[in-house]
Each structure stands twice: as structure tokens, then as C-alpha cells.
């Protein structure tokens, strides 16, 4: 999981995102209270005193009140967490859920290479699997979306766990 704050408006530029701004430790509260180092909150930001019309964020701009927020700043680091906002506790079980697609795919496609190898030919359904793992992972790569990542996941496992064991008992024999 990469490096994320919320978004203050009229702090945060638009244009120029950066997750290290020298204001954080006022518009948004400390994760660990307890330690020395500052690491901002993940899902909630203080609320801006809006009868301060100042245009730069600085101490005393921000109330003692928390609000979560709907929008991210991240660190430098892609992932599928801020391609699709996979954010604050409530959403964690959607990384979950790509690990379980994975090894839910390895259990269907142990069972189904080795039904489908035994009828028709190992080398068969080797190379099918190759060519299966293959265009799964490229098309993984571009999913434009959460579910459809979740789907190629599964479909590159189902062609994953008929690679290896074909390819243990091709080479033993």
C-alpha cells in the first residue's frame, strides 16, 4: 500500500500534487499520536476555518474538528490503490479479494488442467495454458477497472496452475 493523504482543498494544487507539503501537520492529524514523527492520517483532515480568508494554509487555519475525505494525494508510488481509490479501512477487502480471485483461480485450474490434459494430451494443454497465462497478464495490465482486474487475476491463475505441474511431469518423462 503506497503512501496517501487527503486532499485539502485550497492547499493542495491540482496541477501540482505533492504528498510532502510543509502545511500537513496543521490541515491533517498525526496517524500515531504517540510517536515523534509526523505521518499524516490516512482518511480524515481537519476542517478549514473558512471565516479566515487567507489563501495560504498555516497553523491556526484549521479547527480541532476532523471530516473524512473523498479525495487523495499519494506518494510517488503506482499501484492499483490509487488507480482505483482503494483507500481507508472500509475498501481493504478489496485487496484482499485480488489474493483470494488468485488462489481461487489455482484451485479451479488445478483441477481443471489436469481433467483436460488427461483427455486431451499434456503438451496440449501446457501450451494452451502458456498462451492462457499470457494474454490474461497482458490484459490484466490494462483492466480499466476494479472488477475486471479482479477477473483477469483469476483467469491468469486458472492458466498459472496448469503450467507448472504439466510442465514437472512433461520434463520428468
Known sequence: IPNYRCFVPGCDDVNNLSYDSPWMKW???QKDKGSSYYEPEYCKRYVRNYTIS???CREGVFLN???????????NERTIVNDWNITCVENQWMLSLVGTSHFAGIIVGSALAGALADRYGRKNIFIFCIFLMSITGIIQVFSINYPMFAMFVFLNAIGTAGIYPLAFIIGKY
Open 27 to 29: 490541515a491533517i492529524p
Open 54 to 56: 487567507l489563501s495560504e
Open 65 to 75: 474538528k476532523t471530516e473524512y475525505c473523498d479525495e487523495w494525494v499519494f506518494d
